[in-house]
């Protein structure tokens, strides 16, 4: 089973962020050239879970996120801890505004 | 046997009781559901608390700085501390501080002055990597993790399934074949920091406990220095052994936490929400399910004290122990169910902590020991002789 999220990117804008269902999971936003501007989850308190979570993210980035790639999962926690370390261990430091979570993740080193 | 608490524990119960519900339960109002640790103000806050209290680190020896409680009080507020809704698995968030890793107090002193006294300041952590993709019930037998002397070294090759922690600690207690003998007398403990080149943390094991994670890791001709050995090379068994039946008294008292709590959410709801013109509570088929959890409960926190206070007479507890661990684990799962079940549709949503411990829950059933071990174990000790 692959790790990483590497599902193709796509638009992130209201309309498509409204077509999904309201579901728990995980997902990453980028930039147009695909840098991750945030590693976030939709959890049980996003009164309209991932949805919710993204409409956060457009007013946090403003026009520069411009994309999205998502999965549900009820183990919404453990998956973005997970999708936090490989983040870190690719990129060396998280994303800007994520920098304090860097003192509680832990370190992965995947094959 | 005598099941009263004296005054001192029953001020010790009516204090971790109180702290759990005015300073834990209103925090995690607030947080996700399956929050796994706190905001960090009100986690240096409330260890600030709890240090003030005399309770920091409760499982700490006296001699090391430890409040000294004895196993049946340690039970007791293991009962109280896991009354939340992270409480079975991360009972009051770690505020009230953890003993590191057990087997270190056997470990030399030049040892824990490097592993084991930085671990109870909370400079250090550590993890205990003991179970393997090839099994973890018989661990004895199932270790294939390798390592052999090479000089004042000892190098090793191999792996290890369903690690906690192993992501952030910053040393592992690791267990590995060291000689041809393919039971516990050729296994070999080792401390070795997770700093060191070939150890890898591999990837992320997801559970049902959605809130953590297990971890799989992967050793590659790592090598390890001859002092990192925890006790006698080829003795590696018996100190993992003796964390295993240690381990049972507490684990199984914190499975009760969550079924007391639960029984009376089931019993506040019955007797508040009506159907076919009367309350929940008026309908036998509720009734029995209440009654049946109590019976549940009540017989977990006999086993329980029962055990501790063996443990603390200095008698043989192995029997009891593990028949704690059974019983409070599969009791308390069926308490959280009938729950659920008296609850209805609310019962399964995340609005209420009852669907986290029913997942949480299943777990205690397997974790230090299945329930299948636990019953091997009493059958050896009952019936003795060559079963032993």
Known sequence: MGIRLDKPWERLDSDSVSSLQAQLGVYQVADGDGNVLSVGYAGARHPFGIRSALEHEIRLHGKKATLFRYEFTSNYRSRWDELLMLH?????QLPDHQRDEEGRVGRLSPN | MDFRLNEEQQMIVDTTRRFVQTEIVPLE????????????????????????MGFYGLDIPEEYGGPGLNTTTRALMAIEMSQHRAGLYNPCYGVFGGAGLAQLYEATETQKERWLYPTLRGEKKGCFALTEPSGGSDPARAIQTR???????????????YISGADKADYALVFARTSDDPGRNGVTAFIIDTDTPGFHVRRVVHTLRATHYATELQFEELRVPQENILGEVNG?????????????IPYAAGCIGPAIRAQEMAIDWAKNRDAFGSALAEKQAIQWMIVDNEIDIRHARYCVLEAAQKADSGERFRTEAAMAKLIASEASSRVVDRCIQIHGGIGVTKDLPLERWYRELRIRRIGEGPSEVQRLIMARDILGGSFK
């Not at chain 2, 109002?29 to 003030?52: F, H, I, N, V, W």
């Not at chain 2, 590696?236 to 049972?248: K, V, Y």
């Open chain 1, 88 to 92: 870190l261990h690719d990129h060396g």
């Open chain 2, 29 to 52: 109002d607030e947080l996700d559901p399956d929050a796994g640790s706190l905001a960090p103000d009100d986690q240096d806050r409330l260890t600030t608390m709890t240090r003030s």
């Open chain 2, 147 to 161: 390592g052999f002397q090479d000089g004042d070294e000892w190098v090793l090759n191999g792996s290890k399934l």
């Open chain 2, 236 to 248: 590696g068994f018996a100190i993992a052994n003796d964390r295993l039946s240690r381990q049972r």
